[in-house]
């Protein structure tokens, strides 16, 4: 229906809902006032929260998105006229489609490096328009002279100083005819080539299924060397997207690996891995008390103060390490759940350290010490993240910090909520008793994956606080399902932090919604500062397991979603024909019709039109999941979501029932009233 039509079943919903109230109070003057004057007190004391929550916030971020007023600062026509206007001193890279650079790279390349070379090809001559025909690659035994781009180390490569390189960083330097892309190790140059490609070439590498490659036929360079170091040595943002396509080297998202998002880079062993080392069907039958165990009687953690347990585990170690002899990190943790061991010795341990890490921490030690070439992870997690008292880690241990309490309105930085400051202490207090700490946080709402979730800007100052405490690895977790809540935009941005967190996370934004959505970007940076503003001047906090409701008076309520609708169906608009923007934008037009379908209101109609629109549209983009565990979407549009819909009826059906009764009452009040004034009237002579 149309915005008229939709707020007249609105109006249509609310007269028939309360009609016989409202024609109740046109009958009698008395009871009118009774009435008021009860209605009045209802609404002063439901104010009261309204009013309080007008109050102003504590800090929750440095800064707040405004992605409107960075839309102008990048233009493709603009950047072609600057890459064009060059001077005698500058380099001469390409002229009208045109250039006479080749890519060099060693003779005794691996396939990365080979790969990388023509990775840089491609993409340069998309950029000058040359379809192909120009910077040819070659090895540097059939070098023969001329302009060229250095990729790895070559010899020609021997004088430039790369000591100013960083974990898995890249240097630039261009001169007049040579160009070189360096890495510490040949193997992680695609970073430079990707680095190189969006510093000085403005490409954006925005989805797994699309690039932003500008068109520069004639390019100057001014003579130049620079290096690019990560903030945080390893870096992984947990989406489905980042592992598709290669997406994640474009990303530098060192801790990816291709095609399958649940493995990490460099691990062995990664989380939750107690019973990889002492298997339940292997051991459980002869000892028992080597775990704990659930209400069902199930095996649920070890007993990590049983003395034979460690020889076991070492044993283990040892053996998958030598299967796996490339491997960094190696993890022993806890299993995912709340059942731990409460033995003798293990409660007299908690007791003593305050922390179940009490019982974790020396298993991990004395495995750091049998290991030293080594890094050996657990997971500070559930009941044990916090840390024991009087105790250390070994320089080889990582403790994986897991604030899996906490929320994403407020910086960890600041600590100004309960759950925030929490978290504040956990990372500090890790920080001073280990020198290899990791934060594994969680970016999105697992319990509604598709629902609008505007966390964008309170990750830099989180970031800044990791980095003040010498935390080199994140894990940024978002979801394994497909084309979830602003997903890609989500991941890009993290990902750009994650290597640089001093960019302007508000420029990056505008700058990644013009190339992906041209015409409509206006629209979507209004969209996602409105949302932004009214969460942040508004809510009370963004847990990871909200629903729409708790947010019906802050920023998804029904007034906002409007406005959302609105926006989103104004940037299809502007995107005329252009099917593919359409369809990046139908991705967010599904969130803001799930917000709808679960407002807290009866509005049957308005919900069940989104719903309509909302199944249409999962099905074209293949969305599987609406929580992390539970219904599949199928089984989301088949039955659960026709349900809230019957429940909808339901409920307004009974309001008109008790409506009805509330008049029929006030009615028969009013009668009784009328007869008993009748009856003290004097009689007339």
Request: hydrophobic share 40%; with cysteine; net charge negative.
């Amino acid at each position: 229906r149309s915005s008229a039509e939709e707020a007249a079943g609105a109006e249509q919903t609310d007269f028939v809902l309360f009609a016989p109230i409202q024609m109740f109070l046109g009958r009698e003057g008395t009871m009118k006032k009774v009435l008021a004057a009860v209605l009045s007190a209802i609404l002063l004391i439901t104010a009261v929260p309204a009013l309080a929550s007008g109050e102003e916030h504590a800090v929750m971020s440095s800064e707040t998105l405004d992605i409107v007023s960075h839309l102008n600062d990048y233009n493709e026509e603009e950047a072609r006229k600057a890459f064009a206007e060059g001077s005698a001193e500058e380099i001469l890279f390409a002229k009208d489609g045109s250039s006479a650079f080749c890519i060099v790279y060693p003779s005794s390349a691996s396939e990365t490096v080979i790969a990388a070379a023509q990775e840089l090809s491609k993409y340069l001559n998309q950029i000058i328009g040359a379809g192909g025909t120009m910077f040819p690659v070659v090895p540097e035994s059939a070098f023969s002279g001329g302009p060229f781009i250095s990729l790895g180390h070559t010899a020609l490569a021997a004088d430039v100083d790369t000591s100013g390189i960083r974990d898995d960083g890249y240097l630039v330097h261009l001169d007049y005819r040579e160009i070189y892309i360096l890495t510490a190790d040949d193997e992680t140059i695609f970073n430079g080539v990707y680095g190189f490609l969006e510093d000085k070439m403005d490409c954006m590498f925005v989805r797994e299924d699309y690039d932003y490659v500008p068109q520069f036929p004639t390019i100057y360079f001014e003579p130049q060397t620079y290096v690019s170091n990560p903030d945080f040595a390893w870096r992984k943002v947990f989406q489905y997207e980042v592992a598709q396509n290669g997406w994640y080297r474009k990303l530098k998202n060192n801790g990816a690996v291709a095609e399958d998002i649940e493995q990490n880079a460099g691990w062995g062993t990664w989380c939750h891995s107690c019973f990889t080392f002492v298997p339940p069907e292997e051991y459980q039958a002869t000892h028992p008390e080597y775990f704990s165990y659930n209400e069902a009687g199930e095996p649920a953690q070890l007993c990590l103060t049983n003395p034979d347990i460690y020889p076991i585990i070492e044993s283990k170690m040892a053996q998958l390490m030598a299967q796996e002899p490339d491997k960094k990190y190696w993890d022993f943790s806890l299993n995912d759940n709340y059942d731990y061991c409460k033995c003798e010795n293990c409660a007299r341990v908690l007791e003593e350290t305050g922390s179940m890490m009490g019982t974790m921490l020396p298993i991990i030690n004395k495995l750091a010490q049998r290991f030293p070439d080594k890094i050996i992870s657990t997971l500070a997690y559930f009941y044990n993240e916090s840390v024991p008292q009087g105790m250390t880690c070994e320089e080889n241990v990582n403790i994986v910090l897991c604030p899996i309490n906490t929320g994403q309105l407020y910086s960890y930085k600041f600590g100004n909520s309960e759950k925030a400051l929490k978290t504040k202490q956990l990372v500090e207090q890790w920080s001073a008793v280990c020198q290899s700490l990791m934060i594994w946080d969680y970016v999105v709402d697992f319990q509604n994956l598709l629902m609008p979730y505007p966390n964008f800007d309170v990750q830099k100052d989180n970031h800044d606080f990791y980095i003040e405490n010498h935390v080199r690895e994140v894990f940024h977790q978002g979801s394994r399902e497909k084309n979830d809540e602003m997903a890609r935009l989500r991941a890009y941005v993290l990902s750009r932090q994650l290597w640089d967190n001093s960019v302007d996370v508000s420029a990056v934004i505008a700058k990644y919604l013009n190339v992906t959505y041209g015409p409509a970007a206006e629209y979507v940076a209004e969209y996602m500062d409105l949302m932004n503003s009214e969460l942040k001047n508004k809510a009370e906090d963004l847990d990871l397991y909200d629903s729409v409701w708790q947010h019906s008076s802050d920023y998804l309520s029904k007034k906002n979603n409007d406005r959302y609708l609105e926006l989103i169906n104004s940037a299809i608009d502007a995107a005329g024909k252009d099917e593919r923007i359409i369809s990046y934008l139908e991705e967010i037009k599904i969130n803001v019709l799930y917000a709808v379908m679960n407002e807290s209101n009866l509005l049957y109609n308005r919900k069940k039109d989104a719903f309509s629109e909302f199944s249409s549209l999962v099905n074209i983009h293949d969305i599987e999941q609406p929580y992390e565990v539970g219904a599949t979407m199928e089984e989301y549009i088949s039955s659960e979501y026709p349900l809230v819909l019957r429940n909808t009826a339901l409920k307004i059906t009974a309001c008109v029932a008790a409506s009805v009764l509330v008049a029929g009452i006030a009615a028969g009040i009013v009668l009784a009233v009328k007869k008993t004034r009748r009856k003290k009237k004097p009689n007339s002579i």
